[in-house]
């Protein structure tokens, strides 16, 4: 028998979930349609919708509800969705209260204008403009991880921001094994004299109707999802069939097509959360790793084989005869792949991908256990960069100011875009021992079958169990580095002998 | 001095303002943006954002803030700003404690669905699919008066809803003059003969260049405006400088320039409300009557003016050289102030308008005394309209269904528009008292001393005082239909003249 306390917990969060939806709303217009003049409003607005969602979230009625529906919850097998809602339920009230509602307020509000700070400065190339900004960030991060973990070390209770139970030693564990080994691959396959097929003049309609097949034929639709253009690409979900893609296309540049397929990835995942979910804490994805492993997924597992180009390089031909009639098959798919030495991480390639986070990691880190002042950050960048990836920083564009992350003052997010592409390795490998023929389906341009195994055996579960669960349930084991640098040792191997 | 409990009382009705604006933005993007499948999850967020904003309206402390203030208020000038925000949060207050938080959430929810079920039935043309959606928006309606206002009849309370002080009476002294004498003038002055050079092969893209600097022109700036699409245009703030306004595009139509002219005028007046007001109730328009005088004004009084067109026929005829290069000014301006018999109201000519209007009015006040069942509307519909507009009515996509307003539950809003209009002639008289030289200004395109003029005297004062107050501030008088009927029958004369 269900208790009566379930419908009313239900509802009292199913609020919350309404607030903090309508705040994805108010923030997704910011970066998509707002004019500029907006900025001190929107602010404003989104400090007033955090207030009012987080008043609501820690409300002692809550509290007395999942202590009166713990024996139930306790009864039931631990993955049952009840189950599964008293136990997140408890964890988000507990670490909410945590925090004073005065904070998240001036965290929302001061997210909105360092923003717009970040938009500013890195338009204008002025890192100065953008210090105070970075200061305020770390400061109010701090003040929150102390709030809501004061027992953990600050970078520790920011990772587990992003990944309930991720910490500092499991970060590093993979990277100091991913470090040298990337490094040494892209010593070994980086020319960089050989020509950039990516790079050339490509009309952004046509990139846009490639970028909308490719989302359609992965399985989205337009019934529920848009794709909209901003500065820097995201994903973000209104409610149950409404979920918003942003992207951005360059007349010189056709990696807007990765762009759409990592976008479509997070879509996926977040869409194909259970309905049952719905208005609960429930509801999208488990984690950022799990989140990334989908989008890297779709972007790279799928979206730079050879089977998958072999299904759509005669449509990128068509689109483009004039810069690819000539381009065969075998170099385009070897260009998608290259190992490169470049500034940009969103448009790096694969392997030296790792070396961009990496970087981000060792610097983010630094900054909040305050061996880096954010005055002295852009040198750290650029001498740090220069070491790993073998390149002078010619401007903070091209360098400290290229992502809008630490903006927001997401510090603890980077290391997941890293850990979820080495986990896709591990989710791909179990997709194909249960589907032996993807790559034959991926050929004909048929996605179905791989979609509808990850909704099955990932998306559905929504964030039901904690994540490090989940991703043992869907790779069979723990995040684990090697079979991702197998995977990138044999294709790179692969490309050469091409 | 100011008491303390004003910071404190300014405080509250900032956060509603700012959730009352979040409501905006939510409702904006489902008509302008979002993806079909979302309107069950966005039908609920908007339930959820009134009845947060809603709870927080009635608040005691606010009543005891109130309480506290009035005798500080009754010290000031009655326009000072203070002053007036004790008057209308009291008023707002009161109101609003009478309306229960759920019935508040269920009209939120019930509009979103049932604009939905609207756009549905009327790209189907089904009356039947959406009678059951209408049938429940007047329900709630008369829910909703009966707990506003219960002394009133139904009808009066809506009309107070739009416009505080307007009854049914005062509407009706001023359309029981307005009838004959329109329908007078449509008889004499429409000729269904005469060629329709609105009609025609338009681009669209030149028709939104046009808009866009019709919007330029008039003192609209795109640091604060937006202008997207929609299938019913509107404008909506969303804060300071955060001003959008919709329109639409036919290939076949350029009406869309009036379209442009009417949303810009409303903007311009959300957008001149002095910034102390702003997350203030008395922030934007003081009235739906005030608001209408001045989308008209812009649309009709400057956009349907001789001198407006030596200005600006020019570029149009500049735009579309093949359609209007032969089309000399005189005959152009005929065309876009001819009277005539047309099925739909926001493309109808400034004479025939009026009859539109009273034929919405005296429907939606028999649907609300219950004299006109839901059932029967489009008989109704159809028979009215061939009495006052001479026409049989073909579908109910050019007869019911047109207009989205009913959806909302929006009964007492269209009589706005025609006193709207009535209005807007006064007080461009009083304009051109001030500023003699007017047409001379607009033939050369400078509409900036106007747009001052109306500023300084109008959109300031925000809805700081009464509507009936402003309207004599800024009109000199009350609402009066001959200046309308003059304006118009001077204009009538001079064109079958030339």
Redesign the interface.
Known sequence: MVPAALGELKERL??IS??Q??HS??EW?MEV??????G???A??LG??A??AHERQIQDRIGELLAELEPYAAGLPPDHDDACLVRVAKRDWERMRRVPTSLAAEMATTQAESYRAWVAAREDDDFHAFRPWLERMVDLRLRLAACIDPDLEPYDSMLDEFEEGLRQDDVQRVFSVLQPELTELVAEHADPDEEDILRGDFDVGAQQVLSRELIEAFGG??????L?LTVHPFQVT??????RLTTRYAEDDLNSVFTAMHECGHALYEWGSSPNL??TPLAGCASSILHESQSRLWENVVGRSLPFWRWFYPRVQHAFPDQLADVPLERFHRAVNRAQRTFIRVDADETSYGLHIILRTELERALVSGDLAVKDLPDAWNSRFEQLLGLPVPDDRLGVLQDSHWSGGSFGYFPTYLLGSVLSVQVAEKARDAIPDLDEQWERGEFAPLHEWLRENLYSLGSKLAPSDTIIRVAGGPIDPEPYLAYLREKLTALQAA
Chains 1, 2 share one sequence.
């Open positions: 199913g609020t309404d607030l939806h309508a709303v108010l217009d349609w707002m004019p500029p003049g907006g001190d409003s929107r404003t607005q007033t919708l207030a009012v639709s337009w019934e529920a999802f848009r909209d209104f409610g149950r069939d409404d979920i719905d208005r």
